[in-house]
């Protein structure tokens, strides 16, 4: 069942990217036969392609409405204002957002395929998205990389470092003793974890990173935007979070089996706030979760779900915080 979701997954993201193509400029013929033997590989690619097709060409209508509503503002601006202004439906309203956020998204189309661009360049490892994937370091450490995510390896005579790119990692690191003496440390958005012991993870929550640790001790530290450097030392059990450029948050319990869940297929949120939960979602799926209220992403969000079906998901936590989802798969769900 999961191969089938994933290869449904990859067609839906190679007929977006044909949509895409397509669109910006006539194929030429290469490309022309490339696309013409992808649709004659299986049946299904041309569904998806006519679904795509159909979904971008809805977009247009969209993108003609929203700019019919702007004109039709500007009018009203340039003309003496009744005593009470006409409304602008819901529907405009609606129309106008999804077509400026996908506009965006269908612009980046590229990113369906490989991600960040400068993640791509700078990475040594990295996984696709709802891939999970560990690597085995050049000194026996063990990196377990989650969902959408990146490190490169700068190991030299005097340290062993990591930088976390992006993304999620669960590191096991070879502990310093016997021949191997040089210190283990991981960089994350201007932040050091170093590992005083050996079984820590470290998780991109958006605007914030959090430092778990598991086994032993780690040292988190940063400098803050004035260059004021801050420090702690984590027990097994607990974490902190900081923001690039920014002091470390408070130290605080929490179940270190649960920071990794991603492990086993579980994605556990305790009172975590909506848009750092869609940064997790959306390294589990091409297409992106996007939230229209800086409201609704400040809203907390509790629970244990399945990573496998990322749709339930949604509508799930949709249904508890008493919001709504607008979809146009395979390119956007909106929440709002």
Do not use: C
């Not at 958006?206 to 598991?214: C, F, I, K, L």
């Amino acid at each position: 069942m999961d191969g089938d979701r994933k290869r449904g997954q990859d067609v839906e993201a190679d007929a977006a990217e044909w949509v895409i193509r397509s669109n910006e400029r006539p194929l030429d013929e290469a490309e022309r036969a490339a696309f013409e033997a992808w649709l004659r590989r299986d049946p299904a690619h041309r569904t998806a392609f006519e679904n795509a097709h159909a979904t971008w060409i809805g977009l247009a209508v969209l993108r003609h409405e929203a700019e019919a509503g702007a004109s039709s503002s500007r009018h009203l601006a340039e003309t003496p204002m009744p005593a009470s202004p006409p409304r602008v439906s819901p529907r405009l309203r609606m129309a106008a957002a999804l077509a400026a956020t996908l506009a965006l998204v269908l612009g980046a189309g590229v990113l369906y395929r490989v991600g960040d661009p400068f993640v791509a360049m700078t990475s040594d490892y990295r996984t696709a998205p709802a891939e999970v994937r560990t690597i085995t370091l050049a000194d026996g450490s063990t990196v377990e990389l989650g969902p959408a995510s990146a490190i490169s390896i700068q190991f030299s005579d005097d340290v062993r470092q990591v930088t976390l790119l992006a993304g999620d990692a669960f590191f096991t690191a070879t502990p310093r003793q016997g021949p191997e003496l040089r210190p283990f440390a991981v960089r994350t958005q201007g932040g050091v974890t170093r590992a005083l012991g050996t079984r820590f993870v470290i998780e991109n929550m958006g605007p914030e990173v959090q430092v778990t640790a598991v086994e032993h001790r780690i040292e988190v530290s940063v400098s803050d935007e004035r260059q004021r450097a801050s420090s702690v030392v984590l027990s097994p059990g607990e974490t902190v979070a900081y923001a690039p450029e920014g002091p470390l948050g408070p130290v605080r319990h929490t179940d270190a089996a649960g920071a990794a869940a991603w492990r086993r297929g579980l994605l556990v949120f305790d009172a975590v706030p909506l848009r750092s939960v869609v940064t997790k979602l959306n390294r589990y799926r091409r297409g992106r979760i996007v939230i229209m209220s800086p409201a609704l992403a400040e809203r907390r969000v509790s629970g244990v779900f399945a990573a496998d079906d990322l749709n339930e998901v949604v509508e799930t936590i949709a249904t508890e915080l008493n919001a709504r989802t607008v979809a146009a798969p395979p390119f956007v769900t909106l929440l709002f």
